[in-house]
């Protein structure tokens, strides 16, 4: 279940936002095809999307709730639920593993103070997941704080490179 | 040249030649390079004459599949009777591959210029740049290179001057491995779930949005102005083993070897060389056990085939194996290799679309049983078990997706069986499978 809010919903599409949305609907032949790019926003916007927020892009591209929460559902990237300020994906599919990963994820466990993957730390501040091939094999262990994109990580970086991310 | 590293001199550096240059990103940086000639020379030929050199140079697709360039753009309808799409595909996840990238952070215009010629060539009215979500510098470059390309004219309503229209948008990608299939691929840009497509139709009859549309790789693309500027015969005449295979190939290497990093060789470059030579060889003391030369869903080589594989299609082939993207990732002799090969099984199950049932189910079930084996709850019988299943895997399926996970399984227990055995028969012992 998606975590629900009491507090009346604010749309997203609006003023800016808006604009922002009709220039990308202007690069498409269908209305649909601005669905991902709608779903950014929103999440850029919010931080995740809420049902509440679907259910707006879905208004907005003339879709079903039912369809988009399909789309979001899909894609890894969208966050169907809140997460920590700084999202922590570490890349451990197998050129990584080979090169030491898991003990990188054990390292940004352990510092954030985060339980298990996926969990945020009790503070709010961090969200730790195992993340499949960032496409950065040479450079491992690639990690992504939130939108920055740190290549070359190794467990004994980890505490240096969180303090960057209070 | 050997990014992150200095060029090595037996590297022939065309794609990669500006790499880590920070002023190649730049629309001046380029243009300073030589870069946009290639297009205006494109804009004065016909779309046919375009095709024709590309098919003469011999390039092929970079994304993996390895089919003609040319021959792709020439399916394309040359009566055109509605709107024509060109994709880019710069989805780049397979494991081990991180080429693409290095492209679109590097020499972006490289990319835009590639991608400005073959929309000319096929009549596309826009080109769509598919960047995997996760790119976030990629993303950022690719868009200030396009902001200058629309603001220099090259791109737009009067191209270059010539009073053709091209257009080109960034579509972002989502975090899902299958869109770099291409009719997933295709679906993403609709606005859809990234579920593959069953062909026919094919995509220049009925691609993105029903119309014709062709896709292509990042690398694929930034080859193109090359070949227009150079000519088709220079392009043919880089190719060490196998006249079917032309042209440079950018191989990311990763894994147990010294010098990580993205190195461009001609096609039939020794796959030896590029290990101990370029890459500097194993870590001290240690030697190599296993390769995969064309990202995670190749069959993996032993030392033995790695050390005698030539590095272009056929001599890929020849190994049993295929060059695929030119993802090459090294397992020295302290890998463990039923535990890699899990961590394989799981990728795939992470990321099947589920659409297929021999998919959604063989993927999720060969990762358990690996995970059973590791933790020293297996059975002989197990191993024939993974290779009936994987047998199920092959072939049957919209896409390759499924293909791909019983690839490394079944070279992992025809090559590595003892391994296997090991911890079957409990002489080796869990090593904390997840």
């Known amino acids: 279940m998606s975590a629900q809010s009491t507090a009346p919903y604010e749309p997203v599409f609006t003023g800016e936002m808006r604009r922002r949305l009709d220039v990308v609907l202007a690069r498409y032949p269908t209305k649909r095809a601005a669905l991902l790019p709608a779903l950014w926003m929103v999440q850029e916007a919010r931080g995740w999307i809420s049902d509440a927020a679907m259910t707006e892009v879905a208004e907005v591209l003339g879709l079903t709730p039912a369809y988009v929460k399909g789309v979001v559902t899909f894609y890894t990237m969208y966050h169907q639920h809140p997460v920590g300020k700084h999202f922590i994906q570490v890349c451990?599919?197998?050129?990584?593993?080979?090169?030491?990963?898991?003990?990188?994820?054990?390292?940004?466990?352990?510092?954030?103070?985060?339980?298990?993957?996926?969990?945020?730390?009790?503070?709010?501040?961090?969200?730790?997941?195992?993340?499949?091939?960032?496409?950065?094999?040479?450079?491992?262990?690639?990690?992504?704080?939130?939108?920055?994109?740190?290549?070359?990580?190794t467990a004994d970086k980890v505490p240096e490179l969180l303090r960057k991310y209070p | 040249m050997g990014y992150p590293h200095r060029p090595h001199p037996r590297e022939t550096v065309v794609l990669s030649q500006h790499f880590g240059e920070a002023e190649a990103r730049s629309y001046q940086g380029w243009v300073k390079r030589g870069g946009y000639v290639a297009l205006r020379k494109a804009l004065g030929m016909s779309p046919a004459e375009i095709i024709e050199i590309v098919k003469e140079s011999g390039l092929r697709g970079r994304g993996g599949a390895g089919f003609p360039t040319g021959l792709k753009w020439s399916f394309m309808p040359k009566e055109k009777t509605k709107p024509h799409y060109l994709c880019c595909n710069a989805d780049e996840s397979e494991p081990g591959t991180f080429?693409?990238?290095?492209?679109?952070?590097?020499?972006?215009?490289?990319?835009?210029?590639?991608?400005?010629?073959?929309?000319?060539?096929?009549?596309?009215?826009?080109?769509?740049?598919?960047?995997?979500?996760?790119?976030?510098?990629?993303?950022?470059?690719?868009?200030?290179?396009?902001?200058?390309?629309y603001r220099e004219g090259i791109l737009g309503p009067n191209a270059m001057g010539t009073g053709k229209r091209l257009d080109m948008y960034i579509h972002r990608g989502a975090g899902a491995y299958i869109c770099g299939e291409e009719t997933a691929l295709m679906n993403s840009i609709e606005g859809r779930r990234g579920n593959p497509r069953i062909k026919p139709p094919f995509p220049a009859a009925a691609g993105v949005f029903g119309m014709p549309t062709t896709i292509n790789n990042v690398e694929t693309l930034a080859a193109v102005p090359h070949i227009i500027n150079r000519g088709a015969a220079w392009y043919r005449s880089l190719s060490l083993a196998n006249p079917k295979s032309t042209g440079t190939k950018l191989f990311s290497v990763c894994g147990h070897v010294r010098r990580p990093g993205n190195y461009e060789v001609t096609m039939g470059f020794p796959l030896r060389d590029l290990l101990y030579d370029l890459c500097g060889g194993m870590r001290d003391g240690r030697?190599?056990?296993?390769?995969?030369?064309?990202?995670?869903?190749?069959?993996?080589?032993?030392?033995?085939?790695?050390?005698?594989?030539?590095?272009?299609?056929?001599?890929?082939?020849?190994?049993?194996?295929?060059?695929?993207?030119?993802?090459?990732?090294?397992?020295?002799?302290?890998?463990?290799?039923?535990?890699?090969?899990m961590r394989l099984a799981r990728f795939y199950a992470h990321e099947s679309c589920a659409q297929c049932t021999q998919c959604r189910?063989?993927?999720?079930?060969?990762?358990?049983?690996?995970?059973?084996?590791?933790?020293?709850?297996?059975?002989?019988?197990?191993?024939?078990l993974l290779l009936d299943l994987s047998e199920q895997m092959t072939g049957k399926t919209i896409c390759v997706l499924s293909d791909s996970c019983a690839a490394p399984v079944v070279s992992g227990i025809r090559k590595f069986r003892h391994e296997f055995e090991a911890y079957i028969t409990g002489a080796r012992r869990a090593a904390g499978a997840a």
């Open chain 2, 361 to 384: 189910e063989g993927t999720a079930w060969v990762t358990k049983i690996l995970q059973r084996i590791l933790a020293g709850e297996g059975q002989m019988k197990d191993l024939d």
């Open chain 2, 287 to 341: 030697t190599l056990k296993a390769c995969i030369p064309g990202g995670s869903s190749v069959p993996i080589l032993n030392r033995e085939e790695s050390e005698s594989c030539l590095l272009d299609y056929e001599g890929c082939a020849e190994k049993g194996t295929m060059l695929g993207s030119g993802g090459v990732i090294v397992f020295d002799d302290s890998a463990d290799m039923v535990y890699q090969i």
């Open chain 2, 99 to 149: 080429k693409d990238r290095e492209i679109m952070r590097w020499t972006p215009h490289a990319l835009i210029e590639g991608c400005a010629i073959a929309q000319y060539a096929i009549q596309a009215d826009i080109t769509y740049i598919y960047i995997r979500g996760e790119f976030t510098e990629a993303l950022a470059t690719v868009q200030h290179a396009l902001d200058e390309a």
């Open chain 1, 92 to 153: 451990t599919t197998t050129p990584c593993n080979l090169c030491g990963a898991e003990e990188v994820v054990r390292a940004f466990l352990k510092h954030t103070g985060c339980r298990e993957l996926g969990a945020t730390s009790p503070d709010g501040k961090y969200t730790v997941i195992e993340v499949e091939c960032l496409g950065a094999c040479g450079f491992a262990t690639p990690v992504m704080i939130g939108d920055d994109f740190i290549e070359s990580v």
